[in-house]
């Protein structure tokens, strides 16, 4: 499962970085944990329920209080709680009024990627060089239904040219099959409409590194500039 969620940042002008603003619900998190060992039985009640509401965004602190070796009650609900989020019977469901659109998608791959949001569809380059999309829920589905739009292994993803002028996202795969003498290139869109050209034709970069290849392929969407 791939969880997915909107936050806010803020640009911290004394350390010069940004940061990310927790919503009000994770600032409360600690004292939640904390009156899992309250006196008093409607605290107690509150912060179990508050915490099973955030779900598996939850399960750090409560791991990390059972490691604090806590007394035996304030472990049996930790742990409960923990049993819940391992069972599915935990949805966050509270997470939507503090972090807006959070949603879990249900995954085709297990591997580092990066994602892409295009007006309100998901896109997913992974490590492999496959293109996965996940396009808004459909009424009457639970979660976004992802697909795979490249996945030839022999044909993987090795390069991607973000252009923020035309609000285009291009994708460039390596044709490693014997014999190959031409490779693709595609915007990133649901449907995929692939050009080929010779890599042998692409003008020399006298630069090294990644950057290398991204400016050997950047003629080819520049030079027409209706693509």
Do not use: C
Request: proline share 5%; hydrophobic share 40%.
């Amino acid at each position: 499962m791939i969880e997915t969620w909107e936050t806010q940042a803020r640009f911290n002008t004394k350390e010069q970085y940004w940061e990310v603003v927790a919503p009000a619900r994770f600032k409360k998190i600690g004292q939640w944990i904390a009156d899992l060992d309250n006196n008093d039985f409607q605290k107690r009640a509150k912060a179990s329920k508050e915490l099973e509401k955030l779900g598996d965004l939850a399960e750090p602190a409560l791991k990390k209080l059972l490691a604090s070796k806590p007394p035996v009650e304030v472990r049996r609900r930790a742990q409960m709680l923990l049993e819940n989020l391992a069972s599915g019977e935990s949805k966050s469901e509270g997470l939507l009024e503090d972090a807006g659109n959070y949603q879990k998608i249900p995954s085709l791959f297990v591997e580092d990627f990066y994602a892409f949001i295009r007006k309100n569809d998901y896109y997913f380059v992974t490590q492999s060089g496959k293109l996965y999309h996940a396009p808004p829920r459909k009424e009457g589905d639970k979660s976004r239904i992802m697909k795979e739009l490249w996945g030839d292994a022999k044909r993987p993803i090795v390069a991607v040219i973000e252009d923020a002028d035309r609000d285009k996202v291009w994708l460039f795969a390596k044709d490693k099959n014997a014999g190959a003498k031409r490779d693709f290139y595609f915007e990133m869109k649901e449907t995929i409409k692939a050009e080929s050209f010779d890599p042998a034709e692409l003008r020399p970069v006298n630069i090294e590194g990644r950057a290398k290849l991204l400016l050997e392929y950047l003629p080819l969407i520049s030079a027409d500039g209706k693509k």
